[in-house]
């Protein structure tokens, strides 16, 4: 990604760092301020992303020559940033982890030219996986059981977004995406069926059926709402029996619009009527967390279940109130306290307690380096610009978020809002932030 | 883009056709089927990305390898996308045209297999764009006379949406982004200031100031909230009057918290108590067009917004309830009957009403071709897969979109909910409706 995938204030403020040869050390961390109504808890994701960004992070010439041509910066500044990589240190939460408000899931210690410039990909990056796979968990927890694929690329906002969410949500839990490039770019599992304009491309919908498992003759899921769902139902019975005497598999159906569990009731009656009980039945249509629970809590004979635009836009709340804050310059811990937005000064560490059963506890959040009993969540991910160790691979990932989610307290892990997980401030970072603002000066 | 970018169904669908020979002329039309709450016009936008996309269209070596080997696909259809290519005609609304429901603002001719495949990334493209630029004409009606900028990049959903919105919002109205890559790739003007962790890294904030003065001595915004809003406007006076004297020249200040309207207000007071009159306020942080309606209702002295999250994520709303629809094939008018999602068959038009003064009266939705009083507002713009004309610029889009909202009805042009606007649909197309599903065979 260029580097100039950034806010202009990034450079300008890189402009006067060069010029007062300010190049320490700086400490930034991601977190999120605020749990969003209707979550409760987030799921750390995009980690990998941060780290493909930092690893590249250049500019090209022909950035260079137009910055230093867009009047705003001097020569020797922009020529300084031919040379610019990043040779700093990350701290991160694996991803699928749980985490909760003001715990910091990523942490980057590098010269504070670096770490500035890089912080608007990094929120861009992390804000969303985030967002969409604390989203994609909650639909996964509502439907045990159900093959769940993502169908929201369209409905993303643009491309990365699209295999973004792809991702996030196979990392959350999801069986796989419509993303085509997402299944090649990371071997997310793929799954399709057929649109509404193939059926009425055809002049008779049977035959459109039929041409299609010719066409996939070991597996076809066939759309059947395009004019009559129960109708099209009744045609594909003596089809597939006559399919499946030429070795030809109709293994399921798609139902896309109207009342899903009664069309779903219907059509299974018809499929087990007429000798089908192993074709399966697959719903989509506007679905999030809470329709994909009431499917199932109404018992709709439904197997699997195609979810979109409201998971991947993360639609009741498609933002998150989180930061990228300066926490430590040159050595001193530094903090905001802007009204509202006050922040934890210095270098934090999250440390998380079990109980004899695996289930988490609380949470602590400290000073990197106390002491403390439990397990610290961030881990050191990259030393001077280099990755210490080849990234899980995506499966491996989403095992581990379906092993934490098994951790989460029972209450978290429903729709209803739960109380707040406990996460308690160390007093010791209490102590800091006093020192902090009363060593700011208001000259 | 990668022609991968899409839906596996798309493909499935394409090798139906391809062992079908179902090559014949398709027409597919993009519109929106439902206003969305809190809208009273949408803003056509993404079209040139759109046509970008479509020129470029074909599948890499690497992409056909992986296509081949996924195990989906046979060998000969496979081979077979090497040469594709977009050959169809485009006709579309010009950018920044507003328009309704039901409306298409493009359409697609082309051979059934490319009309197809393009489908997840021409929504993708439009969609977005649409809602971004619906939802920043409201913030541009919202606030005549303020300088608008683009803040949102740090929380669009990824890398394409930050610069896309970008886009989206300049060409409704708003004045600018701190998006640099933007403004690099489309020129459009660039805003920034400094970060809270500038000030931070500075141990004295009237420093902080006064390097960053020197580093931009043609124009510079301070943000003053990082402390006390008031307490930096008062430190600001002195310094500025003393840079002034060396030519150096502090231009606006930045509030990003808290009560805007009461701090604008006293730092005018500061400001001008000080000597500084010309000193603009800019005033950011969780801003929407009711909060920007709000500060212009309540008179506060603000001269500049910067608006970001709400706006380029549509947080009201995020997503359309959009389609891109099959209304033809082989010479035939379609539409899809689904429950609630039925759709108007046919090549349309939409012709527009205008009274003597130029203001917008009502809308016609007709067949295309059809004679009609009005203006037809969807004009060819490629034709056998090239562009008929080199796109306007995005400044002479932002120019027509403005123009464009003058000439709606006053009261859409608030934000309170207004009388939907008049479309009306041609007895024409009622006939062609009740003819295509009195055909639609149920065999």
């Known amino acids: 990604?260029?580097?100039?995938?950034?806010?202009?204030?990034?450079?300008?403020?890189?402009?006067?760092?060069?010029?007062?040869?300010?190049?320490?050390?700086?400490?930034?961390?991601?977190?999120?301020?605020?749990?969003?109504?209707?979550?409760?808890?987030?799921?750390?994701?995009?980690?990998?992303?941060?780290?493909?960004?930092l690893e590249s992070l250049h500019f090209t010439e022909a950035e260079l020559d137009w910055l230093a041509g867009c009047g705003r910066f001097r020569k020797d500044f922009v020529d300084s940033l031919a040379d610019l990589r990043f040779s700093g240190d990350v701290a991160a939460m694996p991803e699928g982890t749980p985490f909760f408000p003001d715990e910091p899931i990523l942490r980057v210690v590098a010269p504070l030219p670096q770490a500035q410039l890089v912080e608007t990909r990094i929120i861009n990056l992390l804000q969303f996986q985030v967002m969409v796979a604390s989203k994609a968990a909650r639909v996964r927890l509502a439907a045990p059981g159900r093959l769940l694929v993502d169908f929201g690329l369209r409905r993303a906002h643009g491309a990365e977004a699209g295999l973004l969410s792809a991702r996030a949500s196979y990392l959350a839990g999801f069986d796989?995406?419509?993303?085509?490039?997402?299944?090649?770019?990371?071997?997310?599992p793929l799954y399709g069926t057929m649109a509404h304009s193939y059926i009425q491309a055809h002049d008779s919908e049977v035959q459109a059926f039929e041409d299609f498992a010719r066409s996939h003759p070991a597996a076809s899921t066939m759309l059947i709402d395009t004019y009559d769902t129960e109708a099209a139902a009744r045609k594909l019975v003596p089809l597939a029996h006559r399919l499946a005497?030429?070795?030809?598999?109709?293994?399921?159906v798609r139902i896309d619009s109207g009342d899903l569990a009664a069309h779903a009731r219907s059509v299974r009656r018809i499929l087990d009527g007429g000798g089908l009980p192993a074709v399966k039945i697959f719903a989509s249509g506007n679905l999030d967390e809470y329709r994909v629970q009431e499917l199932v809590a109404a018992g709709a004979p439904i197997d699997g279940l195609g979810v979109g635009t409201r998971m991947n836009t993360s639609a009741d709340k498609p933002y998150l109130d989180c930061a990228y804050k300066l926490q430590e310059y040159a050595g001193v811990a530094r903090r905001k306290r802007s009204e509202g937005k006050a922040t934890w000064p210095g270098r934090k560490q999250v440390i998380r307690s079990l109980d004899g059963a695996g289930r988490m506890?609380?949470?602590?959040?400290?000073?990197?380096?106390?002491?403390?009993?439990?397990?610290?969540?961030?881990?050191?991910?990259?030393?001077?610009?280099?990755?210490?160790?080849?990234?899980?691979?995506?499966?491996?990932?989403?095992?581990?978020?379906?092993?934490?989610?098994?951790?989460?307290?029972?209450?978290?892990?429903?729709?209803?809002?739960?109380?707040?997980?406990?996460?308690?401030?160390?007093?010791?970072?209490?102590?800091?932030?006093?020192?902090v603002d009363s060593r700011t000066t208001t000259d």
């Open 176 to 188: 796989g995406t419509s993303d085509v490039l997402a299944g090649m770019k990371w071997g997310i």
């Open 245 to 252: 005497g030429e070795g030809i598999v109709i293994n399921a």
């Open 361 to 435: 506890t609380g949470d602590l959040l400290t000073m990197a380096g106390e002491a403390a009993a439990g397990r610290g969540l961030l881990e050191e991910v990259m030393r001077d610009g280099r990755r210490l160790a080849v990234s899980p691979a995506l499966a491996q990932i989403r095992r581990h978020a379906l092993e934490e989610f098994g951790r989460l307290p029972a209450a978290l892990r429903t729709l209803a809002p739960a109380p707040a997980y406990p996460v308690a401030v160390a007093e010791a970072l209490h102590a800091l932030a006093r020192e």
């Open 1 to 53: 990604m260029s580097a100039l995938l950034t806010d202009l204030y990034q450079l300008t403020m890189l402009q006067v760092y060069f010029d007062r040869g300010m190049n320490r050390t700086a400490v930034f961390e991601f977190f999120v301020r605020k749990m969003p109504e209707n979550r409760n808890f987030l799921v750390a994701a995009g980690l990998e992303q941060v780290l493909e960004y």
